[in-house]
DNA sequence: ATGGTAGAATGTCTA
């Protein structure tokens, strides 16, 4: 079984390589992040014949996300319910799997692009939104997986150069803290379960050769919850998409429970 | 050193 998060940055252009990794990489469950579409032109049809259900939520130019799955979601949600929220940025479905039902939550977090800017209070607000509802989802779902676009590397070593981010956003104690507050829920961060390559990153910005120098933050996120966590063998980052002729700038996060 | 690239949209914002 396997559960994958990947931010495509906008879906339009990177549906080939989408197709192409579904082929290669066959899952349960994958959430995307910042498909930048609105609804009607979502691509139901090539995912379909990909042989994958689909769940969507976008918005014109900005945010967007999308829940695929082998077989078909149940009680699928959009946003945080009691979060109002005027962005698409949260889907969430119950998918049958081997192991019996799994609640698969997709998100992609606000940026915050600043620590005294409004986005970063919206950050905050969200995060806390997130956690007040995740908190009930946890009461009636044993086994739930909360993945995504975090916007926050959790430690120092999911930076390249902490020092350089000291008083930016991504590494602030105060997103380290919601970060925290998510795994003191009872969920456990699936990338870590493991020995991984140091400087493992998700991200590398487009700009100043970011990838080709690893300059890059580990900030999307496979948590899962106690009934899930005995059941995970694996967790890797598929840092190859990174590599492509226009690749997003995310890399695919896979989680594997059993075989 | 405050740049640089990518995407949506066609101004300029977001990341």
Not at 39 to 44: A, I, L, Q, R, W
Not at 194 to 209: A, V
């Amino acid at each position: 079984m396997k559960f994958a998060t990947w931010n495509v940055n906008s879906l339009a252009v990177r549906l080939p390589q989408l197709l192409d990794w579904l082929a290669a990489n066959p899952v349960d469950a994958l959430v995307l992040q910042e498909t930048k579409l609105t609804d009607d032109k979502f691509p139901t049809l090539e995912i379909g014949e990909a042989g994958y259900q689909v769940q969507w939520f976008g918005q014109k130019t900005y945010n967007g996300v999308a829940l695929l799955s082998k077989v078909a979601a149940r009680d699928v949600v959009k946003n945080i319910t009691g979060y109002a929220d005027e962005q698409a940025r949260l889907i969430a479905g119950t998918v049958a799997t081997a192991a019996g039902d799994v609640r698969v939550i997709g998100g992609y977090f606000p940026n915050g692009q600043a620590l005294d800017s409004d986005k970063f209070v919206y950050k905050m607000a969200w995060l806390d939104g997130l956690r007040a509802w995740l908190a009930t989802e946890l009461k009636t779902h044993d086994k739930l997986v909360l993945m995504g676009d975090f916007n926050i590397a959790p430690e120092d070593r999911d930076c390249y150069d902490p020092a350089a981010f000291v008083g930016q956003t991504h590494t602030s104690p105060q997103e380290r803290a919601h970060f925290q507050a998510l795994i003191d829920l009872g969920l456990t961060d699936a990338y870590r379960m493991f020995e991984q390559p140091p400087k493992s990153y998700s991200w590398w910005d487009y700009r100043m050769l970011g990838f080709q120098k690893n300059k890059g933050l580990r900030i999307d996120h496979i948590l899962v919850s106690a009934g899930l966590k005995p059941l995970v063998t694996a967790c890797t980052i598929d840092r190859q998409m990174r590599k492509l002729p226009k690749p997003s700038d995310h890399a695919p996060v896979i989680v594997t429970l059993g075989d």
